[in-house]
């Protein structure tokens, strides 16, 4: 067997797993997606790739549905005896948008998702945040080079080494393009020693959300205390 199809074996047995959780749980994919504060369609993009695509979000997933990460992408393991329900369970905090802007940071790595007849296509891109607003830099030929009106989202995230907590931020909005004068102000702050992926003084894209929420991923310990 090749590593294609064993992925594919494993992605299939995961969005199996979904399937199931949600019937025990009498909910809905569109409210998975609502609880892990994702579109539905970005969520059937996530369990269609290898999970090292967005741990994040797949932890978002499991936490929705009271599972562990491992337990999501590999497949539920018995627990020792005098152990079941004492084990620490991932749960989702809801941020409120000031907490949002606050991991966001100054600047970053996060990633744009643009609407596409087959599916959402998404886009790793470096960020800054201007006022309440991101702000990234593309080539006017790129994917990402959208123009003003678009739809698109931006999400970026933070997890540990051990996939046990984090936080996931997501705006959706639409594209702006910033003037030059403004542009010329981005260019000079990108430039000011930061590391920078991509074209150099070209063009700008300004994400203005128009919704903006969060979630905090924590663990529950078997004492009901969030972590």
């Known amino acids: 067997m090749t590593k294609h199809q064993q992925d594919a074996g494993a992605q299939a047995a995961m969005r199996r797993r979904i399937t199931e959780r949600c019937d025990q749980l009498g909910i809905s994919r569109e409210d998975l997606a609502a609880k892990a504060g994702m579109a539905p369609p970005y969520l059937s993009y996530l369990t269609e790739t290898a999970p090292g ?24 393991a018995d627990a020792a005896p005098g152990q079941q ?42 960020y800054l945040v201007d006022g309440h ?13 959208c123009a003003a009106g678009d739809p698109l989202s931006f ?12 936080w996931s931020v997501l705006l959706v ?11 010329a102000a981005l260019d000079d702050r990108a430039d000011q020693g930061r590391p920078w992926v991509g074209p150099a003084r070209q063009l700008w894209i300004r994400v203005r959300p128009h919704r903006v929420t969060g979630r905090r991923i924590g663990t529950v310990d078997p004492s009901g205390h969030l972590a």
Do not use: K, M
């Not at 084990?87 to 949002?100: G, H, I, K, N, S």
């Not at 639409?174 to 004068?181: K, L, W």
């Open 85 to 126: 329900g004492r084990v620490a369970r991932p749960a989702l905090v809801r941020l409120t948008e000031e907490e949002c802007w606050e991991r966001l940071g100054g600047h970053g790595v996060g990633r744009i998702a643009l609407p596409d007849a087959e599916g959402p296509t998404v886009v790793p891109v470096n």
């Open 53 to 76: 695509f967005d741990p994040a979000g797949l932890l978002r997933v499991a936490a929705a549905l009271g599972l562990s990460y491992q337990e999501l992408t590999e497949g539920r």
């Open 173 to 183: 909005g639409t594209a702006e393009r910033p003037t030059p004068p403004e542009a």
């Open 133 to 145: 607003t991101v702000v990234y830099r593309t080539a006017p030929d790129a994917v990402g080079a």
């Open 155 to 166: 999400q970026a995230d933070r997890v540990d080494e051990q996939l046990r907590n984090g």
